[in-house]
């Protein structure tokens, strides 16, 4: 059976709001859900970007949905702390705490000062990330130089069940490199021949483990305010791999979007405002090779997008995707 999870943008939502709006997911139907962890929006009209750790541990304790992230380790964040912060939610929360960790982007990671590196130097550093954190949590003293430098770092409070270390990955290449090392593949929703290929890529390489898709929908009571809704806050956020991977503030996205219509959100954007094209669109998903899914209104109200969901969704789910 595939999971479905409620995605929570901190991007676009302040923390107590986009904690409210968790529990009302979970009332709606959602098992599971998952939220970015930036420093910076992907625009000034989002205005918003909470600290992802501090809100996760109140996310866990006031829900009993699972939870995951998407974490950057190696530049704005060190290894040993990430490591220590899994630990201690899966600690909290056995079982129910996972983390996809990438290769970051600049607009989050060049608050350091330090050079931002080239993707393959950045994929290096993320594999050097990924081994002291794994070796964190199995109770060793890493000490490590290269990339990063730890010095006989040690995490105390374990956890008993591992949490997962969920490769992220956009491209077909990046996506075959995580299997060598990932517990899973996380990845986000594009055109069905892309989508398969990156999946494809996973598992071709060996990766046995969940494949989980994130995907951008913007739903409201008409299409043209779903689509409006799209548009104010997602027109930064269309652009492809290394631009949106290399820009380092909101009014660098805010500029590039400048000349960004309506109709180009779509390429991006799941835009509906009934169930039908919405249970196609999971269905294609999981025709991909997905195994959780996560779908994230790009809005900043979901009453309508979680009444749809409740009402005339996840009813049929189990009948019409799964048949």
């Not at 954190?133 to 000490?143: D, M």
Request: charged share 20%; glycine share 8%; net charge negative.
């Amino acid at each position: 059976m595939t999971t479905y999870g409620f995605h929570c943008s901190h991007e676009e939502i302040g923390p107590r709001a986009l904690l409210d709006w968790a529990k009302k997911a979970e009332q709606a139907g959602f098992t599971a859900a998952m939220c970015s962890d930036h420093l910076a929006p992907w625009s000034h009209r989002q205005g918003e970007s909470g600290f992802a750790w501090s809100w996760l541990g109140s996310a866990l304790e006031g829900t009993d949905m699972s939870f995951g992230v998407v974490n950057a380790p190696g530049q704005r964040y060190h290894p040993v702390i990430i490591a220590q912060a899994i630990a201690t939610l899966g600690q909290l929360y056995p079982g129910r705490f996972w983390a996809a960790l990438g290769s970051g982007e600049a607009m989050n990671e060049h608050i350091t000062g330090e050079r931002w590196p080239s993707k393959p130097e950045r994929n290096e550093r993320l594999l050097e990330c990924v081994t002291i954190i794994r070796a964190l949590l199995n109770g060793e003293e890493v000490s490590h130089r290269g990339h990063v430098t730890v010095d006989r770092a040690r995490v105390y409070s374990l956890p008993e069940v591992q949490p997962l270390l969920i490769g992220a990955a956009v491209t077909k290449e990046t996506a075959g490199w995580v299997a060598s090392w990932a517990d899973g593949l996380a990845t986000i929703a594009q055109p069905e021949e892309k989508l398969r290929e990156v999946i494809g890529a996973y598992r071709d390489a060996g990766g046995t483990g969940e494949v989980t898709v994130q995907t951008h929908l913007s739903v409201a009571s008409t299409r043209e305010a779903a689509l409006a809704e799209a548009f104010d806050q997602w027109a930064s956020n269309i652009f492809s791999p290394p631009l949106c991977w290399d820009l380092e503030t909101p009014e660098a996205f805010d500029e590039a979007s400048r000349y960004v219509e309506p109709k180009d959100v779509e390429g991006s954007v799941f835009v509906t405002a009934e169930a039908p094209p919405l249970l196609d669109h999971v269905a294609m998903l999981e025709r991909c090779g997905a195994d959780r899914v996560y779908l994230h209104n790009v809005g900043t109200e979901h009453d309508y997008f979680l009444g749809l969901m409740a009402n005339e969704v996840f009813p049929q789910l189990n009948t019409e995707v799964h048949a």
